[in-house]
C-alpha cells in the first residue's frame, strides 16, 4: 500500500513565505514524476509545479519565480517552496506522485490535501 501525505499549510499573509512538503511511503519502488496542484474554491484544480526525477522543474505562469520546487529522492518527498504569497494563492494544495510499486503496479497517487490561505 502507498500513502502520499501532505502537511505545512496554514495562514500566512501576503508577501509571506511557506513550505509545503509531500512524503511516499509504502511499497514503493520507484517514483517517477511528483508534483504540486491546487484548486481554490469554485475554481478547477490547476497544477502549479512538476519535477521528474533529473528533470528541470516546470512550473505554472502564475507562480514562475516565487515558487520552487524540489525533492529529496532519499526521503521519497517534494517540497514546495512559495515565497511572495498572493491572496490569490490562496487554495487547497495537493501533491501527487507517480509510483511503481515493489509488486510493479504502477499509479497516480494524491494527497489529502493541505489548506493554503493568504490573508491580512
Known amino acids: 500500500q502507498v500513502q502520499v501525505v501532505e502537511s505545512g499549510g496554514g495562514l500566512v499573509q501576503p508577501g509571506g513565505s511557506l513550505t509545503l512538503s509531500c512524503a511516499a511511503s509504502g511499497s514503493i519502488f520507484r517514483i517517477y514524476a511528483m508534483g504540486w496542484y491546487r484548486q481554490a474554491p469554485g475554481k478547477q484544480r490547476e497544477l502549479v509545479a512538476v519535477i521528474a526525477s533529473g528533470d528541470t522543474p516546470n512550473y505554472s505562469d502564475s507562480v514562475k519565480g516565487r515558487f520552487t520546487i524540489s525533492r529529496d529522492n532519499a526521503k521519497k518527498t517534494v517540497y514546495l517552496q512559495m515565497t511572495s504569497l498572493k491572496p490569490e494563492d490562496t487554495a487547497v494544495y495537493y501533491c501527487?506522485?507517480?509510483?511503481?510499486?515493489?509488486?510493479?503496479?504502477?499509479?497516480?497517487?494524491w494527497g489529502q490535501g493541505t489548506q493554503v490561505t493568504v490573508s491580512s
Open positions: 501527487n506522485a507517480g509510483i511503481e510499486t515493489i509488486t510493479t503496479t504502477r499509479g497516480v497517487y
